[in-house]
């Protein structure tokens, strides 16, 4: 069977109806599109007829609005595709007026065009799909060998269910008013709202919030992206996408859906944002869970004289297949929770490194369980070279760096033993970075010399994995000696707790340590693989067997090649 990049699937059956065949449906053009699959809402369409087929309008009520938050909601099972509904042809009561024939541009030029329209003998009825890509050809810009397919699923009875005019669909959106509202019932149009969220690896919850938000402006929508200050108590903000790249996933789904709107997309750097001090804004989307923020906003409004909003709460997006500690929600922080382990960036190729050896450098703020992390993959195999213990052989009587130490910074460091002080030392050049400067410089060859001897110890014992355990890795300059730098993040927090609880230091004292190393956010930067030992020790254990198991796979792929 054909698989194609990109796709346009023509909805034709009632939405009412529809509902309950949403997951065949989708299930089967899963099967023929693997990446975006673009959903062309046109109920009643008959593409049987004798003649060509017209996009016309369609009525936005709140059957509409339910209909593309269920969509999306059965979409979220098949997270291989990038489903983007298109809602040009959906307008509102007040601007309820013929679509005029134009072809819009899609970010992804649908290679193939679906439909679930039935034809009467049941079969792949060639004047259909003619009819079909006519018509998707007439409303959208596709590629030149645009390939049609007819989607029957698998009803369960070979039949099509019996429609009921009546049925409509669970209700999802909630608006501001307090009257009850009818599934048929037209959606009011504004000229211009807002909606705001982190939008980060923009998931179907995303497309909820910006869908509605975009059926109910008219002319522009403002859409704030969460940024600095509001990111600090996002879970794993290390990962977050940076806000450039937020911003141009943002607008291309935007564009895609709504090309007609203007969009005015701009960093979110206080809780009341734009929807606080536009006044011209008359609406703003929010969720189940931020309902609470735009009553906030609407109260800031009133106290600045300005009008209230009016509020179009959507109900949250369940997860179906969360993991443990995971949102039970469709959630971004779950999607980072996930990336844990993967490998986020290509290896570096290292030749001059031992032949057969494959070397990880394993780094992370103090605090960040960089030791326990070590033992794990010690305990699967991996050779482990501690550069503390390396630095104490080095500081050693006799060792290569102590001669030179104590010649750079007097006797006066020494114990009466004729040992290295390295309170004392570090004292000298703790928070002096002349001194610090003349203390690595002299300490920081003689480990990486000290390490390349121990790799060549691992390559004796027939180790293939050796792994680097080093707080200073990127600062000390010692990632040319690994192929992948894998980095364990914590929250700050977390880390000054562990380092006042396990050192004696006072809180002051270990946010000072913190502040004199990379922080989390720039070692994740230059990392191939993340790690957090923030929850259990078990859920740490299954993040190390998982990024060990994908390394062993690469390992082998490697060696394949090679052979």
């Known amino acids: 069977m054909a698989v194609f990049r990109s796709g346009l699937l023509v909805l034709t059956t009632p939405l009412a109806t529809l509902a309950p065949r949403l997951s065949p449906i989708l299930t089967s053009a899963a099967g023929l599109v693997s990446h975006t699959l673009y959903v062309h809402l046109?109920?009643?369409?008959?593409?049987?007829?004798?003649?060509?087929?017209?996009?016309?309008?369609?009525?936005?009520?709140?059957?509409?609005?339910?209909?593309?938050?269920?969509?999306?909601?059965?979409?979220?099972?098949?997270?291989?595709?990038?489903v983007r509904i298109l809602l040009t042809n959906i307008q509102t009561k007040s601007t309820f007026v013929p679509v005029l024939p134009s072809v819009q541009n899609l970010a992804q030029p649908p290679e193939v065009v679906l439909t679930d329209f039935q034809t009467l003998d049941g079969s792949q009825y060639n004047p259909v799909k003619q009819h079909l890509e006519r018509y998707a050809t007439s409303c959208y810009s596709c590629c030149s060998q645009l390939s049609s397919i007819l989607l029957y699923p698998d009803y369960g009875t070979g039949e099509l269910p019996v429609e009921t005019p009546n049925a409509s669909l669970p209700s999802t959106i909630r608006p501001a008013s307090p009257v009850a509202r009818s599934s048929k019932?037209?959606?009011?149009?504004?000229?211009?709202?807002?909606?705001?969220?982190?939008?980060?690896?923009?998931?179907?919850?995303?497309k909820v919030l910006l869908s509605i938000a975009c059926v109910l402006a008219q002319e522009q929508l403002v859409v704030g992206v969460a940024d600095q200050d509001l990111l600090k108590s996002k879970l794993l903000p290390e990962l977050l996408q940076p806000y450039a790249q937020r911003v141009d996933h943002l607008s291309e789904f935007?564009?895609?859906?709504?090309?007609?709107?203007?969009?005015?997309?701009?960093?979110?750097?206080?809780?009341?944002?734009?929807?606080?001090?536009?006044?011209?804004l008359e609406f703003l989307v929010v969720s189940e869970e931020t309902y609470r923020g735009g009553m906030a906003v609407n109260r800031f409004r009133l106290e600045n004289g300005k009008e209230?909003?009016?509020?179009?709460?959507?109900?949250?997006?369940?997860?179906?297949?969360?993991?443990?500690?995971?949102?039970?929600?469709?959630?971004?922080?779950s999607f980072r929770q996930r990336i844990l382990g993967n490998l986020l960036q290509p290896p570096d190729q290292r030749p001059e490194l031992p032949s057969g050896l494959y070397v990880l450098g394993l780094t992370g703020i103090s605090g960040s369980g960089k030791s326990s992390v070590a033992q794990r993959l010690k305990n699967l195999g991996a050779y482990i070279i501690d550069s503390d213990h390396l630095g104490h052989r080095a500081y050693a009587p006799g060792g290569p760096a102590y001669q030179p130490v104590v010649e750079a910074f007097g006797a006066d460091i020494l114990h009466k033993d004729g040992t290295i002080n390295r309170k004392v030392l570090g004292s000298r050049v703790f928070g002096n970075k002349k001194q610090m400067k003349i203390l690595t410089d002299i300490v920081w060859p003689v480990i990486a010399k000290l390490a390349r001897e121990e790799m060549d110890l691992a390559v004796a014992k027939g180790k293939s994995v050796c792994v680097i355990d080093a707080a200073m890795l990127l600062e000390a300059g010692w990632q040319n000696m690994v192929h992948e730098v894998w980095t364990i993040v914590i929250p700050e927090t977390e880390a000054v707790r562990r380092i006042v609880e396990r050192d004696g230091l006072s809180e002051a004292a270990a946010q000072s340590r913190l502040q004199s190393q990379m922080s989390g956010q720039q070692l994740v930067e230059r990392s191939h693989v993340v790690l957090s030992t923030l929850w259990e020790p078990h859920v740490t254990q299954r993040q190390v067997e998982k990024a060990w198991t994908l390394l062993q796979k690469r390992l082998s792929k490697t060696h394949q090649t090679k052979n």
């Open 42 to 82: 046109q109920p009643g369409m008959d593409l049987g007829g004798p003649a060509q087929p017209q996009a016309s309008p369609v009525q936005a009520t709140f059957e509409v609005l339910d209909f593309i938050t269920h969509l999306y909601t059965g979409a979220d099972l098949l997270r291989h595709l990038d």
């Open 185 to 206: 019932q037209p959606v009011r149009g504004y000229h211009r709202g807002a909606v705001g969220g982190t939008f980060d690896r923009l998931h179907n919850a995303h």
């Open 254 to 280: 935007l564009v895609d859906i709504k090309p007609s709107l203007t969009f005015d997309i701009v960093p979110l750097l206080d809780p009341y944002g734009p929807a606080g001090s536009d006044p011209t």
């Open 308 to 333: 209230e909003l009016a509020l179009y709460q959507i109900q949250l997006l369940k997860d179906q297949s969360h993991g443990e500690n995971e949102e039970d929600k469709v959630s971004s922080s």
